[in-house]
């Protein structure tokens, strides 16, 4: 049986240090582990994700041909088919390099079915469909680091 520590042994200057370094460095979570403790502090910026986002849509009209995609007044976040980034990690669209892709645009998916996978301090995580229908869009590309809360596809 193991012993954890006290409430008391907790060093909370490193917490505070932690927090420090969180927020010196613009990060969302900082994890450490020494021995058989383990530290794990997190922030929640609701809005980072969206923000960043929409910045890279007001960027993307360089030619008059795609002004009317950027004119449309859709938010993906607030799609009611949106499919969100559970963690902070790494999306990958299919299950190694070179496979397949987990799923395509226009493709019909069932409620549970795997839509792409998370890479989170080396484990996979699979990130399910949360509704059956049609993917519309996909709004990461493979590879990429996505925040919690982001938004990754729309499934209709």
Do not use: C, W
Not at 20 to 32: H, P, Q, W
Not at 70 to 92: E, F, I, N, Q, R
Request: proline share 9%; glycine share 6%; aromatic share 2%.
């Amino acid at each position: 049986m193991s012993k954890l520590p006290s409430k008391a042994s907790i060093d909370q200057e490193l917490i505070r240090e932690l927090a420090k370094l969180l927020s010196e460095n613009d990060l969302t979570e900082i994890e450490i582990e020494h021995d058989q403790l383990r530290v794990r502090v997190a922030r929640h910026l609701s809005a980072a994700p969206t923000t960043a986002y929409v910045g890279a849509l007001t960027a993307a009209p360089a030619s008059p041909a795609a002004a009317p995609v950027a004119a449309a007044p859709t938010d993906p976040a607030k799609h009611p088919g949106v499919v969100l980034s559970p963690m902070v990690g790494t999306a990958y669209m299919s299950p190694e390099p070179g496979a397949r892709a987990f799923v395509e645009v226009g493709q019909t998916v069932r409620q549970g079915q795997t839509l792409l996978i998370v890479e989170a301090m080396k484990t996979m995580n699979a990130i399910p469909a949360t509704r059956a229908g049609i993917v519309r869009e996909i709004l990461i590309a493979d590879g990429q680091p996505v925040e919690f809360g982001e938004p990754l596809l729309i499934v209709d």
